[in-house]
């Protein structure tokens, strides 16, 4: 796959010939830690193929996730970190094999300037990430979705007849209008409680539930 | 009060010249409507004084509650609306009595370059808007914040022997160490289920709760 292919209509063609005059292309296999919290970011990653986990620390430790980039994607934290050479606090984890395109942080600021396409980019991704949090928020302190969710889990098992069920979180996003983040939370919480457990695409629930 | 006394640590003194330059002061009386949704934001402001609430639409005409902004704090959505020279998607209304610093929007991007402070601003104002929304999604799966709060009205009532509270929405958030988004969000979630009346600093329990 060409870098082009994925990025190619995102940016005005003199910054798509510096993108790829100074960057690099970047692999990292599904489970692989791409940077983590305290590392200093050197480069900038647009997502060309696959998915990356973007978490960060809470105070107490755990992990705390913040948003998942698919394809032509950048990451607003990293933009932000990169803007104050700060060191990274997030950790971001490919979560299937993953193609980036790393473009090294001093390019960051003149093309903020230098092409309206980089700084819309930015300041859309900045935009987006925000209102999809925020959007997260409303949802489920108004529509208690905790409660839709453990009420899809039970229907689904009632259909097929099986604890084990087949779906991944992105399918139970789609199912429920909600995001994959949510949902992935929320299962979460219910692994804690020792109401499901989690594996890859599969959940079972446990006969608490 | 001078412009100086909530601002001057912020800048660097030849930004801080060019802000009292370049901009203005604006005032606006509790209620008032400082922005509204579709209007172009000519300005960036930075509160001096008192506490401005910014809000957005969601699809369904509802009116969506993002955040607060208090003394020496710039708005996260301005920036990216005033870079993409996009029309306002939010809603900003004086909470209380505020003053604010109004900056043309023109000068927003040449500071970025010219003045280090002034990138750091942007920045890190986006960035903690950002952990903020992230940490009240986070507090509101996991911690069953509706619960802690009913109950929390509950214990109040007893103990003054009343179903009208004197208490305001951030000293609820302090006592539950929530923040005052989440507690404003989950208040008026049980007033649209007939549960309270909400009144300026004032709760009233209705029968139902």
Redesign the interface.
Known sequence: MEITDSIKDLFEPELMEEILAVGKKKTAKEGEVIINIGQRLLFMPIVLQGTVKVS?M?PDGRE?L?YYLSASEGC??S??CC??EAKSEIMAIAEEDVEMWMIPVEYM?SW??KYPSW??FV??T??N???E??????M???NGL?VRLANYLREKSKITGKTVLNVSHEEIANDLASSRV?IS??LK?LENDGKVLLYRNQIKLLKDF
Do not use: E, G, I, P
């Open positions: 960060m809470q705390l913040m607003a934290m933009f932000t803007m104050q600021d903020m300037h700084k819309s300041m859309r900045m935009q990430r925000f209102y949090m925020l959007r997260a928020l409303d489920v302190v108004f905790d949510v939370r929320l919480k």
